[in-house]
């Protein structure tokens, strides 16, 4: 999210978030708030599935799932303010049309997939 760094007009927020693919948003948390217009001024939607991952890793790490739609407040509520990254997409939620890499029954040159 631009904030006191300018970004290329095609690289702005809601250029990208126009493709609906899943997005992991770095250095963006203090500006939640734009975020999340930015996200809904692009395909998603007020229900598309979101988490906001604090301090990934870290023994101290929180991840919160929200909607798009309640973004903002999800991170305000948890008093997240640095140290995240947000991820956007329906990969989160419970219908999401896996992949065929990663598809068990799915054959490929490395494994043969298994019956379903």
């Not at 999340?36 to 001024?41: E, G």
């Not at 990934?56 to 909607?67: D, G, K, Q």
Request: aromatic residues 8%; charged residues 20%; glycine residues 8%.
């Amino acid at each position: 999210m631009e904030g006191r760094t300018p970004v290329p007009e095609k690289e702005k927020l809601q250029s990208l978030a126009a493709h609906g693919a899943t997005m992991v948003i770095f250095l963006s948390i203090g500006l939640v708030n734009q975020v999340q217009q930015a996200l809904l001024q692009g395909a998603y939607t007020a229900s598309t599935p979101a988490a906001v991952v604090y301090k990934a890793t870290w023994p101290e790490e929180r991840i919160v799932r929200c909607t798009v739609g309640d973004l903002a407040e999800s991170v305000h509520k948890a008093g997240i303010t640095k140290t995240a990254l947000i991820v956007v997409g329906d990969f989160l939620g419970t219908q999401y049309d896996r992949s065929k890499l990663y598809d068990p029954t799915f054959t490929t040159e490395y494994r043969k997939g298994s019956k379903a």
